[in-house]
């Protein structure tokens, strides 16, 4: 057997064990969530499903989950219309410093959320900004617009901007082009950079925890009060639940819109434009 077939083989035995190790909490968990002793036990002595009914028992479980659902809502519609105007301007303008201001918008994803929500306080209280829903919906916009520019920036870059010269040619004024040619063409972009910011936000802690206040607290949050104050496997069933949902939700949108086609082809655009 050649070098190079047990190079492949221990490639591929490396990728896989790494695939388990990433899973294993996920499996873990849903394990957990379905045992009937109060306590967290692995593996169960029984099965039960009433730690999912129990869900219902965490405190305030409605009103954080429709505030969650606002919050995440907002900043991701936000985002993806900013995202529209940060997107036009990466790849169809020549502008100085476009890789610092690409780094820039970016660059959330890479410094730690602890930070960014330190530095939004400092930010909010210099300004005299009042802690309520908009300045957390304004700390999510911050922590997600990465995420729709980059789904963007893939989607527009994978556009065809000879039918925007077509449509002009023809005597479209530059806003019927961009709603009737452009738009269209970034609508993969649209569908899955929305849904990325949304699920970021919607589960979203760190970045809460630092600017609730009072009767304003997101799903997150009380789920995490309710893990200092009790045992039981009832927050293992509610993330066993939130994964289940988000595995649909983001199966069915790369179906529909191809979010891991639009993520490598943003990879790939960005290796291009460093080279």
Do not use: C
């Amino acid at each position: 057997m050649s070098s190079a077939t047990w190079t492949d083989r221990v490639i591929a035995a490396t990728g896989w064990l790494v695939v388990v190790f990433l899973l294993f909490p996920v499996l873990f968990t849903a394990v957990v969530s379905f045992g009937a002793s109060p306590f967290i036990t692995f593996p169960p002595e029984s099965w039960s499903w009433r730690w999912y009914a129990n869900i219902a028992e965490i405190h305030r479980v409605g009103t954080s989950t429709l505030i969650s659902l606002m919050i995440a809502a907002l900043a991701a519609l936000a985002a993806v219309v900013l995202g529209i105007g940060i997107a036009l301007v990466l790849v169809r303008m020549e502008i100085a410093g476009k890789a610092a201001l690409t780094a820039f918008i970016t660059s959330p994803v890479a410094v730690p959320i602890v930070a960014i929500g330190i530095a939004l306080i400092q930010f909010f209280i210099w300004l005299g900004i009042e802690f309520t829903w908009y300045s957390l919906m304004i700390g999510h916009l911050v922590l997600v617009i990465a995420y729709p520019v980059r789904t963007l920036v893939a989607s527009l870059s994978l556009s065809n901007p000879s039918l925007e010269e077509a449509a002009a040619s023809l005597g479209a004024d530059p806003w019927r082009v961009f709603f009737t040619v452009t738009l269209p063409q970034m609508k993969p972009g649209l569908i899955s950079g929305f849904l990325f910011a949304f699920l970021i936000s919607f589960d979203n802690y760190p970045i809460s925890i630092f600017l609730v206040r009072g009767e304003l607290t997101t799903l997150p949050i009380e789920v995490f009060n309710y893990i200092s104050n009790n045992f039981d496997p009832t927050p293992a069933a509610f993330s066993t639940l939130y994964v289940l949902v988000l595995t649909a939700v983001i199966l069915w949108a790369e179906r529909r819109y191809a979010i891991v086609s639009l993520s490598v082809a943003s990879g790939a655009t960005d290796g291009r434009r460093r080279a």
